[in-house]
């Protein structure tokens, strides 16, 4: 039994000591061929380089000629080549805008760079289909569309949003709203990821927002309304404005969100009404538009709004009452009231914004 024992530790050993060695083996060899690799696109990336910037600079006024659509189609097939023409592609279209990005586009699409990236995003490697769905983007092929879309189901977060955002950068807007339809509340990307991807579309926005701020979806539909604001396109306000009058609490807030946003103060006397709203997140929120509205409509509210019983409600109503026009005149009238929540959160508020030695 000690003899069977023992051959079992020695095999152990034997077995672990060789998974260690072909590990360290495979480590080595990835390192080599890693360098090999560095030093042949060192060789050949000047000549590359060199080609594709006077292709490039001329683009604006030239077509490319089918001497120089076979040359680029060349580098494509060739492995350590590919990698040179892709980088130069994505520093082109990241720094030239205007009609020279559409051309360029369009240039990738002919000499195989997209079906390249879109044949990649077939990987089990997940890492690599993100990668993938962010170069798509860049490049902005519609051809990537239908393969990005449905990408969008997989659950892998990093693909998830490389795809989203894919679809932003290349701005079609049925294929985006669809994106978003195919969506619900339980994806596991955050809201701020979800506004970036709406704030990035490079397409009709106001056609956008206009088909998914009134989704069902309260998570996706509140998503676009404080986009919308973000764009600050007034066009918008008087629709957003309706979702004030929404009975989810989520859609409200983005509502208030995006009008604080947008500067429009049309509807100042119905975001003062919301400091009395049940919720406290809702009045807390309409405390801190106001602020951002600069409307003098504004200030006795705020002022009563100091003394509600939540903490945030009163911190913002404080802030933003400092904030506008008139506001500090009323402010050293609380500190002279008997209202001790009023006063402190007004103290805290001035000691934020001038410290204490200016403050007092």
């Not at 000047?46 to 490039?56: C, G, N, Q, T, W």
């Not at 604006?60 to 659509?69: A, F, H, K, P, S």
């Not at 979702?243 to 003062?272: S, T, W």
Request: hydrophobic letters at 45%; one cysteine or more; aromatic letters at 12%.
């Amino acid at each position: 039994m000690v003899i069977y024992m023992e051959l079992i530790v020695l095999y152990s050993i034997i077995i672990f000591s060789t998974i260690i060695i072909l590990l360290y083996a495979y480590l080595v060899v990835e390192k080599f061929h890693e360098s090999y690799i560095n030093r042949k696109k060192q060789m050949f990336y000047k000549e590359v380089s060199d080609y594709l910037d006077d292709i490039a600079s001329r683009l604006d006024e030239y077509e490319v000629t089918d001497d120089q659509l076979t040359t680029l189609k060349g580098f494509v097939n060739d492995r350590i080549n590919r990698e040179i023409v892709e980088e130069r592609f994505l520093y082109y279209l990241e720094n030239l805008k205007g009609n020279i990005s559409y051309k360029l586009t369009k240039l990738a699409q002919d000499i195989g760079l997209v079906e390249y990236e879109l044949q990649k995003l077939r990987s089990k490697d997940m890492h690599k289909v993100a990668f993938a769905c962010k170069n798509l983007g860049e490049i902005r092929s519609k051809r990537a569309l239908n393969s990005l879309l449905e990408l969008v189901d997989i659950k892998v977060v990093e693909v998830k949003y490389n795809a989203l955002m894919a679809l932003a950068k290349i701005g079609d807007e049925e294929t985006f709203i669809k994106a978003f339809k195919k969506l619900s509340k339980t994806i596991p990307l955050s809201e701020r990821s979800l506004i970036e991807i709406a704030d990035s579309f490079e397409g009709d926005k106001i056609y956008v927002y206009r088909n998914l701020m009134y989704l069902e979806d309260e998570f996706i539909s509140s998503i676009f309304i404080k986009s919308a604001g973000n764009y600050k396109n007034t066009e918008l306000s008087d629709e957003i404005a309706i979702f004030l009058c929404d009975e989810n609490k989520e859609k409200k807030i983005a509502a208030l969100k995006a009008l604080g946003n947008m500067g429009d103060n049309r509807y100042v006397i119905q975001i003062i009404e919301f400091l009395k709203d049940e919720s406290w997140e809702v009045r807390a929120i309409a405390a801190k538009v106001l602020g951002q509205l600069q409307d003098s409509k504004a200030l006795i509210p705020l002022v009563e709004a100091l003394s509600d019983k939540q903490w945030y409600v009163r911190y913002n109503a404080a802030n933003s009452l400092i904030s506008i026009e008139g506001g500090i005149d009323l402010v050293y009238d609380v500190l002279e009231g008997e209202d001790k929540f009023a006063k402190d959160i007004v103290i805290a508020a001035l000691e934020n914004k001038y410290g204490y030695n200016k403050a007092f």
